[in-house]
């Protein structure tokens, strides 16, 4: 009987973060938000011509007939596979660079001049860049993905390790912490872990914006069908797009948003 209560109470431990992030009180606030901001988009198609402010319901109609032809599937696909490994690269190779130099003064020193000089480059202007060295394709538009979350976690990863209490470093060598590494692995990680966790949820944010300049040069995807609606004059299909990126980063914020209180369910 003990052990089917213990099981119930962690099963119900689980499930908070789910329960939390669909409070009854929060949806129904967020509903009568996106009700209201249906009703003004309604409000202000009446007062334009449909090739200027579209209904939502031109725009509903047009979204089921893009998913019907499968159009709307490929493009989505299409953006998954350079988001996917840009985000992952750029994440990966950011949060690594500022937990290095955040630790170490010698690399922080050496290397700040550079970092100096490329941060203010924004992802865009490399983009012939990225045509010379991986061509017109996804992996163009995962290297310009990956510049944009790289400098997002770097600098989160930075400001969290640096922001860690030399308390927490005197603690761990009196208990017999020495090495380098070992402090890093022991005390830096953890306790520079929130900022890092709230670095890559921005950057994962920034990646889904990116997905369109970053199909500028011809990549394909949503971003590829935004330009082609939009140099077309088809507003409709802009919006239907607008709203499949819009709803990506949703389920994605989402997910990390659970994923990010379980880890951190200890603060």
């Given at each position: ?7 119930e ?91 290095a ?23 865009l ?62 005390v ?15 950057g ?8 369109v ?15 082609r ?9 802009v ?29």
């Open positions: 009987m003990a052990t089917d209560v213990s099981n109470l962690e099963r119900t431990d689980n499930l908070g973060p789910i329960v939390e992030a669909i409070d009854p009180r929060r949806l129904l606030l967020g509903l009568l938000g996106l009700a209201g901001f249906v009703g003004l988009w309604w409000f202000g198609s009446t007062l334009q011509p449909a090739y200027i402010l579209p209904s939502p319901l031109a725009v509903a109609v047009t979204v089921q007939s893009e998913i019907a032809s499968g159009t709307m599937q490929t493009a989505l696909l299409d953006s998954v596979v350079h988001w996917l490994p840009g985000t992952v690269v750029g994440t990966t190779l950011g949060v690594a660079a500022g937990v130099l955040g630790w170490s003064r010698v690399l922080d020193e050496a290397l700040t001049p550079v970092v100096r000089v490329l941060r203010p480059v924004p992802p202007a490399l983009i012939g860049f990225a045509i010379a060295w991986f061509g017109i394709g996804h992996a163009g538009a995962a290297f310009i993905i990956a510049i944009g979350a790289f400098w997002i976690n770097f600098y989160a990863a930075y400001g969290g390790v640096e922001g860690v209490s030399d308390d927490l470093l005197d603690v761990a060598r009196s208990l017999g912490v020495e090495r380098q590494i070992g402090l890093v692995r022991a830096v990680l953890p306790a520079s872990l929130p900022e890092i966790m709230t670095g890559v949820r921005t994962i944010g920034r990646c889904w914006m990116l997905v300049a970053a199909e500028i040069f011809g990549a394909p995807g949503i971003g590829r069908q935004i330009f609606s939009a140099n077309s004059l088809q507003v409709d299909r919006i239907a797009y607008i709203l499949v990126l819009s709803v990506m980063f949703l389920l994605v914020d989402t997910a990390f948003r659970l994923l990010q209180r379980r880890v951190l369910s200890w603060r």
